[in-house]
């Protein structure tokens, strides 16, 4: 949030500004780094095809949902009050699983964000290490992150680290390079 980037900002500027020393702050975007990854493109492919299958699910419990409201309602007057009542708590029940199906799957804590984060895990340990590596080596205090809510109202590409991270991590930045302008 707001609050948060801008405590951030203070902290580190504070303290930089409080040891008189020269402190050296970098930037990484990892979004950008993420995107020349090989293995994030196939953690999205999974994540894409999961999504898909569960999203499949979905829409055969709505078709059912909806036929046995076409049928409730084409039929209602021929029901008995029971027979109504019935009907109308099997649609219910129903559409109770259909909620719970797309919660235990697509909510906050559901089965998507749950393997998302597992299977990225590794990829961005890697990405930390390599971050750590980049800016031991270069000299940096500090390194934020131009993909998070840290609000950058100014930044020099010269401190951009990501290309020195993806280098880091193994990964062949020749082209990168040349397309990014770094």
């Given amino acids: 949030t707001m609050k948060q980037a801008s405590l951030i900002l203070t902290i580190l500027f504070g303290i930089a500004g ?3 020393a020269q402190q050296k702050i970098g930037y990484v975007d990892t979004e950008f ?3 020349q990854v090989p293995e994030y493109a196939t953690v999205q492919q999974n994540m894409d095809r ?3 299958e569960w999203n499949n699910e979905i829409n055969r419990i ?3 949902i909806d036929a046995a409201c076409q049928e409730y309602h084409r039929r209602e007057l021929l029901y008995t009050a029971d ?3 019935g009907k109308q708590e099997e649609i219910i029940l129903k559409e109770e699983e259909l909620e719970q ?3 235990r799957h697509f909510g906050p804590e559901g089965e998507l964000f749950k393997r998302q984060e597992q299977m990225m895990r590794p990829i961005q340990e890697r990405i930390l290490e390599a971050v750590d590596e980049a800016a031991t080596s270069g000299g940096y205090d500090y390194v934020l992150d131009k993909s998070s809510s840290t609000i950058f109202l100014f930044y020099r590409d010269q ?3 990501s290309i020195e991270v993806l280098e880091e991590m193994g990964i062949d930045t020749e082209n990168i390079r040349a397309t990014a302008g770094n």
């Fill in 18 to 20: 409080a040891t008189n």
């Fill in 33 to 35: 780094i993420l995107r």
């Fill in 50 to 52: 999961l999504a898909a």
């Fill in 62 to 64: 709505q078709r059912e």
């Fill in 83 to 85: 027979e109504r009542a």
């Fill in 101 to 103: 199906f797309r919660i």
């Fill in 159 to 161: 401190y951009n680290l």
